[in-house]
């Protein structure tokens, strides 16, 4: 096909195309007169590619998700939670012009202007919507926490009906948990930017597939590591403050939650039991034993008294600790 053809059937300009293709997003062979010559191939490419830039989905992101398809829901979530950041943006602004205009009498004038957005701006006081969009987009703020807390997992394409069922069964599950599990991740997690939480969706992605590979030395040093990280909240204020927020916010309501994960994963993940016999084989060989003797009992002791009797330091606990440290932990501290 010419460039002309292409034009007529995508409804793209000339000028896109090209920077399209200078971007490396579509490449269409060249003839030996050196015109362009589009395939069916081609085609779709910039067909896809219109739908994603009607999105506004930017360059560099769809140039990845070419380059990585298997992180196609990720780039997705990443760019609906930047959306969704702009949105809550323009909503506070539109707030703050309706109190102005409200306290802006009829022909106004400078002085009155600065009154009115004295009262809607005090620079005392930060205007945060964080909650009030999520609770609008129920089933999409459902689809966003089951990726926080489970998407290093899900490893498993829906292709078959009892997938994709089970995956519905999910995301009920946690649309029916209570109100604390959703207000602590709402609070923690909508503090984060859309771009902490794509980068937490891959560490977290390539931990997990990391346990699958581990040697016995891999173990003893993972079990010397998450010791030192629990000697490290004693030593280091500012990592125990943000241990004990996310723990509050986020582990301890999960724990706490009806959430029952094991028979969706046994359909949706390959990883999901194994990862979590290697953790506890890891924890019951190594940190355990020490934890259980005079040494580690002292240790246990100065954590309660630290962190308070409520911090857990069971193996499913420690596995949320364990993420943390890893993932979150290195942009948030």
């Not at 560099?60 to 943006?89: C, G, S, V, Y």
């Not at 030593?235 to 301890?252: M, N, T």
Request: some cysteine; hydrophobic content about 40%.
């Amino acid at each position: 096909m010419t460039i002309k053809e292409i034009i007529r059937r995508t409804g793209l300009s000339r000028k896109a195309i090209y920077i399209y293709e200078d971007r490396g997003l579509v490449k269409p062979a060249k003839s030996q007169n050196g015109y362009r010559d589009y395939s069916d191939s081609d085609l779709e490419h910039l067909l896809l590619i219109a739908k994603l830039r009607e999105l506004e989905l930017p360059l560099e992101d769809i140039a990845q998700l070419f380059e990585e398809p298997a992180r196609t829901d990720l780039l997705i979530q990443k760019h609906f939670d930047q959306m969704q950041e702009r949105l809550q943006e323009v909503v506070q602004k539109i707030s703050r012009l309706q109190t102005i205009l409200y306290n802006l009498p009829p022909n106004g004038q400078l002085q009155d202007f600065v009154r009115a957005a004295n009262i809607a701006m005090p620079d005392e006081v930060a205007v945060s919507q964080a909650h009030c969009l999520s609770e609008d987009i129920p089933a999409a703020k459902a689809r966003r926490f089951a990726m926080q807390l489970f998407e290093a997992f899900l490893d498993v394409p829906l292709d078959s009906p009892e997938r994709w069922n089970a995956w519905y069964d999910l995301l009920d599950q946690m649309d029916q948990t209570d109100a604390a599990f959703w207000e602590g991740n709402e609070e923690y997690y909508g503090a984060l930017t859309a771009r902490q939480r794509y980068e937490d969706f891959q560490l977290r992605r390539k931990l997990v597939t990391g346990y699958t590979h581990y040697t016995r030395e891999d173990e003893l040093a993972k079990a010397a590591e998450i010791l030192d990280e629990l000697k490290l909240l004693l030593s280091d204020k500012k990592k125990r403050q943000a241990w004990r927020r996310f723990y509050r916010l986020v582990v301890r309501p999960t724990l706490d939650s009806p959430l029952n994960v094991n028979e969706a994963f046994s359909t949706l993940s390959t990883i999901y039991h194994p990862y979590n016999r290697k953790f506890r084989e890891i924890w019951e060989n190594t940190p355990m034993p020490w934890l259980e003797s005079e040494q580690g009992q002292a240790l246990c002791l100065r954590l309660r008294e630290a962190l308070g009797d409520s911090y857990d330091i069971s193996p499913y606990a420690l596995i949320y600790f364990d993420f943390y440290n890893n993932t979150l932990g290195k942009m948030t501290t």
